[in-house]
Structures are given as structure tokens and as C-alpha cells.
Nanobody, 123 residues
Framework: QVQLVESGGGLVQAGGSLRLSCAASGRTFSTNVMGWFRQAPGKEREFVAAMSRSGDRIVYAESVKGRFTISRDNAKNSVYLQMNSLKPEDTAVYYC????????????????WGQGTQVTVSS
């Protein structure tokens, strides 16, 4: 099992920035891929960004390209999401996810999920 704990969410004005963190524990060898997803009220969960352990594969949703940056610190078993130029439509619960299987990188089929952290962007 892998446990994922997110932090860093909060309330920010449009145009502002936030940095989300996710720390993995347990069977961390299963975290070949780590990613971020989000779910806005009344909407389905959607992919935001993901990154392989080596960093040779990084994928972003079109809606966040150029504004969000994903990074990893493998020594700390952690993944981060730097969110800049935030918009009200970025408001959502953000979830960290991890999986051993590299092919799931931009899908919803991750085995391990965190509990989520709320991000609210005011206009």
C-alpha cells in the first residue's frame, strides 16, 4: 500500500499562486508515476499533470499548460504542483495520485489516491 497526503491548498485571488505538495509513504517503490487531478463541484474528476520517477515523461492538461509546473523530489517521495496565474475555474479539490505502471500516466487509472486539498480562487 501507498499512503498519499496532500497539503498546500487554500484561498487565493485570481492571478495568484499556490504550491501543492504530496508526500508518499509505505511502498514507495510503487510510485513510478505521480500525478495531480482535480474535481470541481458538480463536475467529474479530471487530469491535471503527471510525471514519471525519472522525469523523462511529463504530461499536462491543456487547460494548465504554461501556468502549472509539476516536479518531484524522489529522495523525499514527494511530488509538487506549482500553480501560477490562477483562475476562478481552477477552483477544485486537488488530488494526488500514484501508480507503479507508467502507461497510466495521463489516465484516471491510478491505484493510489490522496484525500485531496481544497483550492479556491476568488475573482
Amino acid at each position: 500500500q501507498v499512503q498519499l497526503v496532500e497539503s498546500g491548498g487554500g484561498l487565493v485571488q485570481a492571478g495568484g499562486s499556490l504550491r501543492l505538495s504530496c508526500a508518499a509513504s509505505g511502498r514507495t517503490f510503487s510510485t513510478n508515476v505521480m500525478g495531480w487531478f482535480r474535481q470541481a463541484p458538480g463536475k467529474e474528476r479530471e487530469f491535471v499533470a503527471a510525471m514519471s520517477r525519472s522525469g523523462d515523461r511529463i504530461v499536462y492538461a491543456e487547460s494548465v499548460k504554461g501556468r502549472f509546473t509539476i516536479s518531484r523530489d524522489n529522495a523525499k517521495n514527494s511530488v509538487y504542483l506549482q500553480m501560477n496565474s490562477l483562475k476562478p475555474e481552477d477552483t477544485a479539490v486537488y488530488y494526488c495520485a500514484a501508480d507503479y505502471r507508467l502507461p497510466v500516466i495521463s489516465t484516471m487509472n491510478y491505484n493510489y489516491w490522496g484525500q485531496g486539498t481544497q483550492v479556491t480562487v476568488s475573482s
